[in-house]
């Protein structure tokens, strides 16, 4: 029998595959697993393990974590790079609270005047 080092790694839920990968996918569900959560989504969107921001959620590194709504009625952590994607994940849409502070710099609204520069000029403090 297989070891448990090499049993595969539980499904945890399931998503819309990113374009890159739909074909891969017929059903159009993706499985995600825990190490795909909030992870550093890549350069291209195409390429997004989800492109329904499902994988950004319940986040176990605390680094990565923006704030804490409720999913699906469940209180969950959402990840720092699911603020204002429009993805639909909070319950009440708090993730994306957002506003333009200049020249397209896009930040959430409780990233303003908090003492650090989330835009490339510093405008948000």
């Known amino acids: 029998g297989c070891k448990r080092e090499c049993e595969q790694e539980p499904v945890i839920g ?9 074909l891969s996918y017929p059903s ?28 950004q959620v319940n986040c176990a590194d605390g680094s990565r974590v923006a704030l804490r709504c409720k999913v699906k009625g469940i209180m969950t952590t959402i990840s720092r790079f699911a603020l204002c994607k429009g ?24 990233l303003l005047c908090d003492g650090h520069d989330d835009c490339p000029s510093g405008m948000d403090e």
């Open 87 to 110: 993805y639909q994940l909070c319950d009440d849409n708090y993730q994306n609270l957002c506003v333009e502070v200049e020249g397209g710099c896009v930040i959430h609204r409780n």
């Open 14 to 22: 399931y998503c819309q595959p990113g374009t890159s990968y739909y």
């Open 28 to 55: 159009g569900k993706r499985p995600i697993f825990r190490n795909q959560l909030c992870a550093v989504p890549p350069v291209l969107e195409a390429d997004l393990t989800c492109r329904d921001g499902l994988d």
